[in-house]
């Protein structure tokens, strides 16, 4: 090979090179928006799980022998089905619209059974944590028909002698 063969492939070379790079960069492209969608895809599958559990978790705490769904009736009536929900007058918060008294008491209860969990006034915005509060609350009081759990929710571990939450029971009924 001469000389002047060298100056002509080597921009020939170079050129292959380059092109080879730029079709490797397309390629590497194409494959991560693959690779995006997929996870996009993935992530929608895993929102429709976490749905799908939370509607069982919701309609699995049922009362009475599985005929009544309890406490989707009681958030309803709580907050609307709004996890933001928020009642300033009584610092009521989220789905059930637990108020920072109803925590203190969860955690009371969590230490007296020696549990090392606690729960924040923060975690009232959370619908799993409220829900596992309420089971919480109404396991400790032993609270076992629908009208129980429902007055003394509203009402506190009295709620069954207090005449006031009767409405709260009557609204709660009607939405079941």
Same mark, same amino acid.
Request: charged share 25%; aromatic share 10%.
């Given at each position: 090979?001469?000389?002047?063969?060298?100056?002509?492939?080597? &921009?020939?070379?170079?050129?292959?090179?380059? +092109?080879?790079?730029?079709?490797?960069?397309?390629?590497?492209?194409?494959?991560?928006?693959?690779?995006?969608?997929?996870?996009?895809?993935?992530?929608?599958? +895993?929102?429709? $799980?976490?749905?799908?559990?939370? =509607?069982? *978790?919701?309609?699995?705490?049922?009362?009475?022998?599985?005929?009544?769904?309890?406490?989707?009736?009681?958030?309803?009536?709580?907050?609307?089905?709004? #996890?933001?929900?928020?009642?300033?007058? *009584? #610092?009521? +918060?989220?789905?059930?619209?637990?108020? =920072?008294?109803?925590?203190?008491?969860?955690?009371? $209860?969590?230490?007296?059974?020696?549990?090392?969990?606690?729960?924040?006034?923060? #975690?009232?915005?959370?619908?799993? =944590?409220?829900?596992?509060?309420? #089971?919480?609350?109404?396991?400790?009081?032993?609270?076992?028909?629908?009208?129980?759990?429902? @007055?003394?929710?509203?009402?506190? &571990? @009295?709620?069954?002698?207090? *005449?006031?939450?009767?409405?709260?029971?009557?609204?709660?009924?009607?939405?079941?």
């Amino acid at each position: 090979m001469g000389k002047y063969t060298i100056y002509i492939l080597l &921009p020939l070379v170079v050129g292959l090179s380059v +092109v080879s790079e730029m079709s490797n960069e397309n390629e590497i492209k194409r494959l991560n928006e693959q690779v995006d969608s997929l996870t996009i895809h993935i992530d929608s599958l +895993v929102n429709e $799980i976490d749905t799908l559990q939370w =509607k069982v *978790e919701l309609w699995d705490f049922n009362i009475e022998n599985n005929t009544t769904h309890l406490l989707s009736a009681m958030i309803h009536i709580e907050s609307g089905n709004n #996890d933001s929900a928020y009642h300033k007058g *009584e #610092d009521a +918060v989220g789905c059930l619209q637990i108020r =920072k008294c109803m925590v203190d008491d969860v955690n009371r $209860i969590l230490k007296k059974q020696r549990s090392k969990s606690r729960y924040y006034y923060e #975690d009232r915005w959370n619908r799993y =944590k409220s829900i596992a509060m309420f #089971d919480i609350y109404c396991k400790y009081y032993n609270l076992n028909s629908a009208e129980e759990i429902a @007055r003394c929710w509203n009402g506190g &571990p @009295r709620g069954m002698d207090n *005449e006031i939450t009767a409405g709260y029971w009557t609204k709660v009924k009607n939405r079941l």
